[in-house]
């Protein structure tokens, strides 16, 4: 019996520039191709039955890029977030952001935080970016926050447990994802969702982000399928969602 279609879905979005390069065009044309095909793999998975739809969007180690680069992607999310939105929350997805939104201009901040809250009460599909993150960051900072709530008597250093961490990481209103697709051939996670994905099935294609077209989608959608989830034990586990 085949895996069902995963709850949670998150992709490492890689190979505008390389992509770019192949085509003889600039990074920055690149980068706007990336943005047309997350609006394509966004209506492929809602039409697919996927719950959560987690992008690696910008990492905290992309601020280190060059600033006009960095300038033109914040463009390109700001415009993302006055052209598209409103067509997210008319097809009833709730838009959602993952970490330091801080680094962020204000402008681009109080934008967020307005989508957020217009697409708080829809039931769809959860489309979340995660922005200036890092997850090595996210898990010091979950950290933190336990030590706090050890210092105020709170909780006891004995009752920390695996979930006590996961209800204090940004993804704490979400499963972890079943499946990470990463494109571009790259194989390697790069700093994200490492608490989380510790179970998830992984897929890498050599297709760079601009190519990763909705039958490439279908594709990792179809091995994970097949794949056998053991979670460590002698036993497949068909359809579990650890």
Sequence with gaps: MPNPIPRHVAIIMDGNGRWARKQGLLRVQGHEAGVRRVEEIVRA????????????????ENWRRPKEEVEFLMGLLSAYLDKKIDALIKHNCVFNVIGEIGDLAETLQKKIAEVMEVSRKNTGLVVTFA????????????????????????????????????????TADMPDPELLIRTSGEMRIS????????????????KFWPEFTRDEFEKALEDYKGRERRFGDTCPVRGSNR
């Design 45 to 60: 998975a809602q039409e697919k039955g996927i719950r959560y739809l987690t992008l690696y969007a910008f990492s905290k």
């Design 131 to 170: 922005l200036s993150y890092s997850s090595r960051r996210e898990i010091v900072r979950a950290c933190q926050k336990i030590a706090e709530q050890t210092l105020r008597g709170a909780l006891q250093p004995s009752e920390i447990t695996e979930e006590t961490l996961s209800k204090n990481l940004y």
């Design 191 to 206: 700093n994200f969702l490492l608490w989380q994905i510790s179970y998830a099935e992984l897929y890498v294609t050599q």
